[in-house]
T-cell receptor
Framework: SQELEQSPQSLIVQEGKNLTINCTSSKTLYGLYWYKQKYGEGLIFLMMLQKGGEEKSHEKITAKLDEKKQQSSLHITASQPSHAGIYLCGADITNSGNTPLVFGKGTRLSVIA | NAGVMQNPRHLVRRRGQEARLRCSPMKGHSHVYWYRQLPEEGLKFMVYLQKENIIDESGMPKERFSAEFPKEGPSILRIQQVVRGDSAAYFC?????????????FGPGTRLLVL
């Protein structure tokens, strides 16, 4: 079974619309990372969350980690074509500091004009 | 400061050949992680190394796969006698010296195609 579940699997939104991607686990997320991947390329780090209830924003992207540290959401405001790509959540579920991450399968976002 | 570098970016091998994938971590980073991305399966951890040491290889197949991170030079992921099922994107990530929870920065990946 997948340790990190992402939803939706894919999303098509019209330019200018808001959207939310979710990442859920049955285990505690001691460190939760959001990455963006363009097709055929590597992963670009977006944000990292550690504390329950933490929220971070960068430009039009906001990431939150719930109080229980088992769910995170990524919200994009006023989407643009440049936001298109695959969004991946990765997590440290062992609380061991520098450890390998487990990843969700990703959410494929398309933004249409 | 250059990011994580991987080469080659694309690699084509015939069944039975060897594949060598290289990863140069970011400057100042001493931790290297290798992940594999299969179509429709997401990223899976393979092996975690520090300079001259394998810390965790629990995600790496026991046969045909090996990894090293020598004192000098890049980290190498080696796949012997490749099979079609090895076709995937292989990503390397690096992070600084342990001292807390550090972000892993990823390279562009090596896309291996086994014919």
């Amino acid at each position: 079974s997948q340790e990190l579940e992402q939803s939706p699997q894919s999303l098509i939104v019209q330019e200018g619309k808001n959207l939310t991607i979710n990442c859920t686990s049955s285990k505690t997320l001691y460190g939760l990372y959001w990455y963006k991947q363009k097709y055929g390329e590597g992963l670009i780090f977006l944000m990292m969350l550690q504390k329950g209830g933490e929220e971070k924003s960068h430009e039009k992207i906001t990431a939150k980690l719930d109080e229980k540290k088992q769910q995170s959401s990524l919200h994009i405001t006023a989407s643009q074509p440049s936001h298109a790509g695959i969004y991946l959540c990765g997590a440290d579920i062992t609380n061991s500091g520098n450890t390998p991450l487990v990843f969700g399968k990703g959410t494929r976002l398309s933004v249409i004009a | 400061n250059a990011g994580v570098m991987q080469n080659p970016r694309h690699l084509v091998r015939r069944r039975g050949q060897e594949a060598r994938l290289r990863c140069s971590p970011m400057k100042g980073h001493s931790h290297v992680y290798w992940y594999r991305q299969l179509p429709e399966e997401g990223l899976k951890f393979m092996v975690y190394l520090q300079k001259e040491n394998i810390i965790d290889e629990s995600g790496m197949p026991k046969e045909r796969f090996s990894a090293e991170f020598p004192k000098e030079g890049p980290s190498i992921l080696r796949i012997q006698q490749v099979v079609r099922g090895d076709s995937a994107a292989y990503f390397c990530a690096s992070s600084p010296l342990a001292g807390g929870r550090e972000t892993q920065y990823f390279g562009p990946g090596t896309r291996l195609l086994v014919l």
